[in-house]
């Protein structure tokens, strides 16, 4: 079974507007991973968050995870079309495999 | 450094036959992990490869079997293809082999079986 689970599974935004998906899952974790994939070609390593961190920001990316809730929220701010694919959470599943969630698919219009 | 390369990037077999499919990781990463991609089940673990051996598998069928050479590169096979194998298979690379540390995708193998 899936061990992160996103939500909303499909986002429409204008470009300018913030972007906010949210990857829950199941099991404790050591670290939660973001990816991004543009329209079924290879993952794009976004950010990674350690289960001891709360929030953490890349450039136009802000990451937080809650431990207590088993969740993770990802804002993209002041979106771009260039930002349109799929986005994923992964989480280590007791060390044996990361596991992804099935993705919410970002649309930017301009 | 030169990224994760996979050939072939496109594939079209016939049921019952069989395919190979490799992977080059990023130079000096000692973990290979495979992937198979579909719309309906989406990113599924396959296997990792360390230092040529397995040690993790998913939840796969035996058709499904891999290898890794004493240079990291790694191929996958699938004997007896069926339909339902059509998918994205996607490798990875990762420096130290830490399952929860970033992993380096390569493009992917898209694989259409008739």
């Known amino acids: 079974s899936q061990q992160g689970e996103e939500d909303p599974q499909a986002l429409s935004i204008q470009e300018g507007e913030n972007a906010t998906m949210n990857c829950s899952y199941k099991?404790?974790?050591?670290?939660l991973q973001w990816y991004r994939q543009n329209s079924g070609r290879g993952l794009v390593h976004l950010i990674l968050i350690r289960s001891n961190e709360r929030e953490k920001h890349s450039g136009r990316l802000r990451v937080t995870l809650d431990t207590s809730k088993k969740s993770s929220s990802l804002l993209i701010t002041a979106s771009r079309a260039a930002d349109t694919a799929s986005y994923f959470c992964?989480?280590?599943?007791?060390?044996?495999?990361?596991?992804f969630g099935k993705g919410t698919t970002l649309s930017v219009s301009s | 450094k030169a990224g994760v390369t996979q050939t072939p990037r496109y594939l079209i077999k016939t049921r019952g036959q069989q395919v190979t499919l490799s992977c080059s990781p990023i130079s000096g990463h000692r973990s290979v992990s495979w992937y198979q991609q579909t719309p309906g089940q989406g990113l599924q673990f396959l296997f990792e490869y360390f230092s040529e051996t397995q040690r993790n598998k998913g939840n796969f069928p035996g058709r499904f079997s891999g290898r890794q050479f004493s240079n990291s590169r790694s191929e996958m096979n699938v004997s007896t293809l069926e339909l339902g194998d059509s998918a994205l298979y996607l490798c990875a690379s990762n420096p130290l082999g830490r399952v929860g540390e970033t992993q380096y995708f390569g493009p992917g193998t898209r694989l259409l079986v008739l």
């Open positions: 992964a989480t280590d599943q007791a060390g044996t495999a990361l596991i």
């Open positions: 099991t404790s974790i050591n670290n």
